[in-house]
């Protein structure tokens, strides 16, 4: 998800049924992902889905911009959490 306007090489529109669901996430840790995909011109739930359809193959969802543009919104949010904090956090 380099970039969200790329449009060489792109593979074609795929037919997709999607579910509404009821996640629960850190506060600060949504406002980031919010901003991110306000920044990138996408729906919180394309974000998703690209960041864990990425996760999924081992591959690397963000280019170098978007990681200092990520940098930048943890920095704004506070967001001081790492993924070594994963699966420790409790309300």
């Not at 969200?4 to 997709?16: E, F, G, I, L, Y």
């Not at 600060?28 to 729906?43: I, N, T, W, Y």
Request: proline fraction near 4%.
């Amino acid at each position: 998800m380099p970039a969200a306007k790329k449009t060489a090489a792109r593979s074609p529109t795929r037919q997709v049924e999607r579910v509404q669901t009821g996640v629960r996430l850190e506060k600060r840790l949504l406002k980031v992902l919010k901003g991110l995909a306000e920044s990138l011109d996408l729906s919180l739930g394309d974000l998703l889905e690209g960041v864990a359809l990425h996760a999924l193959e081992n591959k690397p969802p963000f280019s170098a911009a978007t990681l200092k543009k990520i940098a930048d919104l943890k920095r704004i949010y506070e967001l001081d959490l790492t993924a070594a904090d994963s699966h420790q956090l409790r309300e």
